[in-house]
């Protein structure tokens, strides 16, 4: 396949709109290598090219048929036309149509065409003019950004001119509103998914035609209107109230603020402050049902607050270093209410950002994440009904064992899950065996003990297993997330093995309701400590203690 992309933006090569043309050319040749088929690409960038207006002089229709009389690069623009089998507009809208120089290649491709008047047949316009040469088998695909919130009611005039040039309905287009947001790192994580989007439809084209479920996600907006012209307006940086030009600081502040998801409102109104340590600069940005609102004074307590210098906050933002990493480096700091950093996608983040937090998305298949609960009924079982009469319990315990995966059928099983059944069920058979219940029962609280233990040499500790879906796919690269999961499983670990002692040791010796009491308050603390630890510990590292 030969394609010629013509790249019609006076950017040139940092054009927002050839970035879609580009990823839309990556699944043009993403397809035709599975087809194991070459592809060829010539590409013009018209702001290099030297290529005068059209002088109406019909010198290609009389004098010279088929060539122009002005000698430019126009002649290698026809030649690329001619020889491609498709061709790729990518192009701005410009005052709602195409760019001045995209304009004159369009005027000047009157050679291609014959004098003689012709009907239009797909009655676009009164008449036409035929073309010189056989292009019936040339597709074409126009790709454009504007700086509306969205592509949709302003490309009429483009459609309508390339109806008449390319004929109506033989051309494939993507428009796509927001444009400028491709050139702003910090709202990456949004314009790469489009993006990604833009390359789907581009390798499903090259196999036939794209799906009604891409162009969809061609359609969507990137962002809100009103979440778009926000920071449209403050990336001006002039003020609304004076006219005069603002701080970079406060332009950026408030372009964040503007991501705010009111949608996302708790009913708990909260102020962000941000400190810029190195600018000695200081916002506060009010949160609310309402939407978000940056205040440059003190009006307002704030909940959460930020010190950071602003050259990390800038990197933290472009995704030049990851937020947690930075945090447990002590490169910015947080005090306050750390639960707003806790769910910042949530607020601040894209709708993508903010589903990645859902479990069902995190797993590879459609079953909901693993929980703890289903692995404690096995271990629960054991320590009751065994203890209570061994070979019964032993034979309760075993049923439990062989149930619960079918009972617990929607979710995932995860190592922590299997390594437990089969350890209660080996206990389980070992208390049938010898009917000596005590023994299987400590015995089982000593290896869930060193189940707990032995998971602080793993990548992923007991507890993280559980919970990390609550805080997105990247949790476990989150230090201060693994290091609080691996101080936990250590404490969990070291109370059970505690627990085991005192119960063999104290069995006989103290009455059994007595040792019970114990031994279920012993677990019920280290539960409280826990709702405690995983809230306190983090905010305290956060606060840079």
Known sequence: MKILLINGSPKGAKSNSLR???????????????RERAVELEELHLSTL?????????????????????????????????????????????????????????????????????????????????SRYDRSMVKHVLIST???????????????????????????????????????KELSARTDAYLAAVRQAGKEYASGSIREETEMKLKALLYPREVFEKM????????????????????????MAALYNRDRFDGRERVLEICYTDLG??????????????????????TTRIDTPFSVWLALSRGEMRGDEALAKHLYTVSGDFSLMMNWDRYFG?????????????????????????????????????????????????????????????????????????????????????????????????AFGC????????????????????YGKDALQNPIFRKTNYILAAAWGVVYIVIAAVSYYLSGKVPALVLSIVVQAIPILMGLFTAWFQNWYPARVAAGK
């Open 146 to 184: 504007c700086g509306f919130y969205s592509a949709e009611g302003n490309y009429d005039s483009v459609t309508r001119m390339f109806d008449h040039v390319l004929g109506q309905g033989k051309y494939t287009s993507i428009f796509c509103g927001q444009g400028e947001l491709f050139r702003v």
């Open 281 to 302: 600069k200081t916002y506060r940005i009010k949160l609310g049902k309402d939407g978000a609102e940056v205040l440059t004074d003190e009006s307002l307590r704030a």
């Open 232 to 255: 449209a307006d403050a990336s001006w940086g002039i003020s609304k109230d004076s006219g005069e030009k603002e701080e970079e600081s406060l332009i950026f502040t408030r372009q």
């Open 50 to 130: 030297r290529i005068a207006p059209c002088k109406g002089c019909f010198a290609c229709w009389k004098q010279t048929p088929g060539t122009c009389c002005m000698k430019d690069d126009m002649q290698t623009v026809i030649e690329g036309l001619l020889s491609a089998n498709l061709v790729i507009w990518s192009f701005p809208l410009y005052y709602y149509s195409v760019p001045g120089p995209l304009k004159t290649l369009i005027d000047r491709q009157l050679p291609m065409s014959l004098p003689f008047m012709c009907e239009s047949r797909d009655g676009n316009g009164s008449g036409g003019h035929p």
């Open 451 to 470: 189940l707990w233990l032995g998971s602080c040499f793993t990548k992923e500790p007991l507890c993280a297993a559980y919970v990390k879906y609550r």
């Open 350 to 446: 894209t709708e993508e950002q903010a589903e990645d937090r859902k479990p069902v998305l995190k797993l590879m298949t459609e079953k909901k994440p693993p929980r703890m609960q289903n692995m404690l009924f096995a271990w629960i079982a054991l320590w009751v009904a065994v203890s209570v009469e061994p070979r019964i319990g032993a034979l309760i315990t075993l049923a439990v064992c062989s149930l619960l995966p079918l009972v617990t059928e929607r979710y995932e099983l995860c190592r922590y899950d299997r390594l437990s059944f089969g350890l209660v069920a080996g206990l389980a058979v070992y208390a049938a065996v010898t009917g000596n219940g005590l023994q299987a029962v400590c015995a089982g609280y000593l």
């Open 20 to 34: 879609l043309a580009h990823s839309f050319l990556d699944g043009i040749r993403e397809q035709e290598s599975e």
